[in-house]
């Protein structure tokens, strides 16, 4: 978005993003009750900024809504499930499926460990790009508002949770690292998805739907 997207890429960037980010943090607290000690205080620390701290309005799931408000999509959940394609709804369901079984617990700490560590620039660079296509907060809000907590939360992620994990279990390692690196190969995908489409001059999203 930073460098050379245009408003209908951006509006297209948002609803693949909203199939996850209307529901932020959800999955990722599947794991809650499946850790211990300093990962659990960890992750308790990371996903209570990540509902707004107890604030409905700084939840990060409603700073999103109030992104997609601002450039007059359907910001309800779900809203956009047929529009987007399957490679979109892979990420979302491999963290679902990590959250949903205890014995994929390393790979979902791993997953939000991961997230939580390399959000800040890329964040950073897509408040610019909205910036650059003329909106401000409350449009930005989402963006900034990653780029200053995620700073924290990668200290977090990285010496408490995910290494308190493994100094707990050793062995659990695998599936974290696991985790980490579906992170990268599954949003390579949907990223590359769209880049190919918007070079080719096509939408990004089903033939059958389009961004209002």
Known sequence: MRPYGVLKQAKEFLIHKS???LKEADPHSWAIPRLTGRAKSALVEIQADEYGGGRVGQMHSELFACTMDGLGLDSSFGAYIDAVPAISLAPVNAMSFFGLHRRFRGAIVGHLAIYEMTSSIPNARHARGFRRLGFDTPVTGYFDEHVEADAVHEQIAGRDLASGLIEQNPAIAADLF??????????????????DAWESGVSSLRQSASAA
């Open 19 to 21: 199939v996850y980010q």
């Open 178 to 195: 696991f985790g980490a690196a579906a992170v990268f190969f599954l949003d390579a995908l949907v990223g590359r998805w769209q880049l």
